[in-house]
């Protein structure tokens, strides 16, 4: 939770660096981070044999991560921000599903109560922010996006059996940078030329967001399920309000007050009543 509240300042850094495009918003987040990802991983020494699987699980992570954003940030061009927001934050619906029909896992009546009272938050938020929830290009690629994340949460918990967080976390970046990095030379992006403000931006994106928030997020997905630590990220739009309430002057009304409880009560329920895995009798 408290890596999904600093994730919150993505939203302030990305409206900061203004005139990066997004595939570049993304690269550069990546590849400020990727030193510091590198430093904490080679700590950990060499990689041992049962480590290998794990890596490929981070691998693929990176590539969902990539996915998500690059489809969230297109979806920002042909909708408002909140409707693309709104729909990616149903990830974690997909993540306890995933788990309840594909790995085995139960969840019980309360862990469903809490996971509906956090997405009905983000609901509230969204709507509250002024989303129009229809059809259309930009709802569709939010939509995408959705399914992009929820595959990041997941093989990032899978990644997490065995690899550390250090570990784990670098391997996402250094994909992720290639990612991004392919599909704006692809693309024929700009990658210079930008004020400092957006320079300094893109350093805060890549240090606290990318770095600071990943890494505890990294370290929380080792000891809760997938989809109690996928509820906590919906975490991040209640920060978002509040540090767009702060920084950006952006008062935030009733409706989102609301969510704002919905999505923290819901995350205390399920956080409470994790799923658990169905043994055989």
Request: net charge positive; charged share 5%.
């Amino acid at each position: 939770m408290i890596g999904a509240a600093l994730l919150g300042f993505a939203a302030i850094f990305v409206k900061w660096a203004v005139g990066v495009s997004p595939l570049a918003v993304g690269f550069y987040r990546m590849l400020f981070a990727l030193p510091v990802v590198l430093y904490l991983a080679l700590r950990e020494g060499a990689p041992q044999a049962n480590e290998f699987r794990g890596i490929g699980w981070a691998a693929f992570g990176g590539l969902c991560f990539s996915l998500d954003l690059w489809l969230w940030h297109t979806a920002l061009h042909w909708t408002t921000a909140a409707n693309a927001t709104l729909l990616v934050g149903i990830a974690p619906l997909w993540v306890a599903l995933v788990g309840v029909l594909f790995l085995r896992f139960r969840l019980g009546r309360w862990g469903w109560v809490g996971l509906l009272l956090a997405l009905s938050g983000a609901v509230s938020l969204g709507i509250a922010a002024g989303a129009h929830l229809g059809g259309g290009r930009g709802e569709f690629l939010g939509f995408l996006a959705s399914f992009g994340y929820a595959g990041y949460m997941l093989s990032l918990s899978r990644a997490r059996i065995t690899l550390s967080a250090p570990r784990a976390l670098a391997v996402v970046v250094c994909a992720a940078t290639l990612v991004f990095g392919l599909l704006g030379m692809v693309q024929g992006i700009s990658f210079h030329g930008f004020s400092s403000q957006a320079w300094l931006a893109l350093l805060g994106l890549g240090l606290l967001v990318q770095v600071g928030a990943w890494w505890l997020i990294t370290w929380g997905f080792g000891h809760v399920p997938a989809s109690v630590g996928s509820l906590g990220l919906l975490t991040q739009q209640a920060a978002t309000v509040l540090l767009g309430w702060l920084l950006l002057r952006e008062i935030p009304g009733f409706g989102q007050g609301v969510g704002i409880l919905l999505i923290l009560g819901g995350i205390a329920l399920a956080a409470t009543n994790p799923p658990v895995p169905i043994t055989r009798k």
